[in-house]
């Protein structure tokens, strides 16, 4: 669709901050796609049924949150193999993957060909881990604001983080969504997005 960007969420779903960020985007009638971890899915099946019937996409983020250079390709492999299945037994079917961290290997790459995931990256980085305010948060990412941009942002804390929850990424949505639309973009999930995606990222990111 022509005039778009993306909202990403890593690192959910969550029971205390997926249903605020859901929320959100209600009430906005904006739609994003979450890169959930798979155990956590078991856990909240609910969230992300929640999450589809509002429009939204669900894909992969991982099994274990372990940075791919860290890992032989086996458990690259066997990591989103196992968190593709579970997604699927989930009713999801996930056509993109974003590796912990943002680190694509050699086999990150083997693996997603293998598997048919789509990895993608971001253009926009948040970085909400950190626990800045929402009115910073958005001056950082308003360049980043752009046809075809994608988003990062956390509604679960995972390694790393260095804040308790996410309410600053929950407090800088609304705005965010209003920025998006004033430069003539809508927020979409990834599967409409336009143009080719980045798979790799401007820089991997420190902590989540
Ligand atoms: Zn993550």
Known sequence: MPGSVALTFDDGPDPTWTPRVLDVLERA???ATFFVVAPLAERHPLLLRRAVEEGHEVSLH???HRRHDKMTAAEVFADAQ???QTLRDLGHEA????APWGVVAGATKDAADALG???VGWTADSEDWRGDGAGEMLACLAPGI???GIVLMHDGVGPGALRDGCGGTVELLAPLISLCRSRGLEPVPLGELEGPLPDRNPRPVAGV
Do not use: F, Q, V, Y
């Open 95 to 98: 056509a993109d993957w974003r």
């Open 62 to 64: 991982c099994t274990r």
């Open 29 to 31: 009638g904006a739609r």
């Open 146 to 148: 752009c046809p075809g």
């Open 117 to 119: 995931l789509r990895l």
């Open 82 to 84: 196992e968190g593709k």
